[in-house]
């Protein structure tokens, strides 16, 4: 086995691993009344502390999503440890990379869709990382919030895949080149 | 297209079968709490009881969250400590009034204003009001 292979197969096995962990990447709350839980495979939303049901729902397929980029990373690791790889499977490489747009979406949402109906005073903070203090009004009644949104200890772990594929690209260019 | 993702489609597809009852059922029931979450209002007050000094108020709290009542406040009227309450409770909260007679007036001219502030989570709602 070559070490392109090699280091290709570490990132399978640890793509499988991180896909496996039922466990969130990013954590989002609006006040504390809107509170997210989520990744790829998964999503948890509750609103004023209980769980949204209609979550449930899309959390099953986001499993689904689960189980089809399990069995693929499974079935490429398969096939290169017989040394018949047809084609890398890139997915898990540019997922966390991909899980920035996550913010900037609930941004759009808020900034854009919610102040159509609030009215003009309703300026979102774009916010990825960090805390931040939202401040606006609505009949009368002065709203303040925090804002938080952290990854989890988690989704810098989803960065050794990452890594690890572009390590097998660069030293496969340069057996190739050799 | 190579066996992987063929493969994966099946086991996808197949994960979704297997919860296909759960489907329709919980898409019932997600409907169902939010409807429910848009009837639900954010605290039901009522007075219980008022004399010279004091108001006696009655607040249910019917959100899973607790609510802290940070104060309630008014040119003759004081309100004491944050008074926190739990998740699907009801708590009297008395507010004091320092001067009736004043107090009367106020109303009568249009002139009493009352800030209340509420806490729920990181979130704090504040609003003027008159009376």
């Known amino acids: 086995m070559r070490t392109t292979d090699r280091v290709l197969l570490s990132y399978y096995v640890s793509s ?6 039922p466990l969130p990447w990013w954590y989002y709350s609006v006040g504390g009344i809107f509170v997210v839980y989520d990744s790829p495979f998964q999503i948890s939303v509750s609103l004023l502390g209980s769980n949204l049901i209609l979550a449930k729902l899309l959390n099953l397929f986001l499993n689904a999503f689960r189980v089809y980029v399990g069995i693929n990373l499974v079935y490429n690791s398969l096939m290169l440890v017989r040394g018949k790889q047809v084609a890398k ?7 966390p990379l991909f899980y ?11 900034n854009y869709v919610i102040s ?14 960090g805390v931040e203090d939202f401040v606006t009004s609505y009949n009368n009644v002065n709203i303040d919030m925090l804002i938080f949104s952290y990854p989890t200890l988690l989704y810098w772990f989803t960065f050794i895949p990452t890594i690890l594929y572009i390590t097998a690209l660069i030293t496969g260019r340069k057996s190739s080149k050799s | 297209m190579n066996w992987g993702k063929i493969l994966g489609m099946v086991g996808a597809l197949a994960f979704i079968l297997i919860y296909l009852n759960y489907i329709t059922l919980t898409f019932h029931y997600g409907i169902l709490q939010v409807e429910n979450l848009r009837l639900l209002k954010n605290l039901n007050v009522s007075i219980v009881g008022a004399n010279s000094s004091a108001i006696i108020v009655r607040m249910n709290n019917p959100l899973n ?11 003759y009227i004081v309100f004491g400590k944050p008074i926190v309450i739990p998740p699907q409770t009801t708590k009297n909260v008395t507010i004091q009034i320092t001067n009736y007679q004043s107090l009367v007036n106020q109303i009568d001219n249009n002139d009493e204003y009352i800030l209340i502030k509420l806490k729920i989570e990181n979130t704090t709602l504040t609003s003027v009001n008159l009376v």
């Not at chain 1, 499988?16 to 962990?21: A, D």
């Not at chain 1, 920035?100 to 808020?110: E, G, H, K, R, T």
Request: with cysteine; charged share 10%; glycine share 4%.
């Open chain 2, 65 to 75: 969250v607790s609510v802290t009542v940070c104060n309630i406040s008014g040119k």
């Open chain 1, 16 to 21: 499988i691993l991180i896909t496996f962990i």
């Open chain 1, 116 to 129: 159509s109906v609030t009215g003009d005073n309703f300026r979102y903070p774009l916010l990825i990382i």
């Open chain 1, 89 to 95: 499977y890139s997915t898990m490489a540019w997922l």
């Open chain 1, 100 to 110: 920035m747009l996550d913010p900037l979406l609930i941004y759009a949402v808020f």
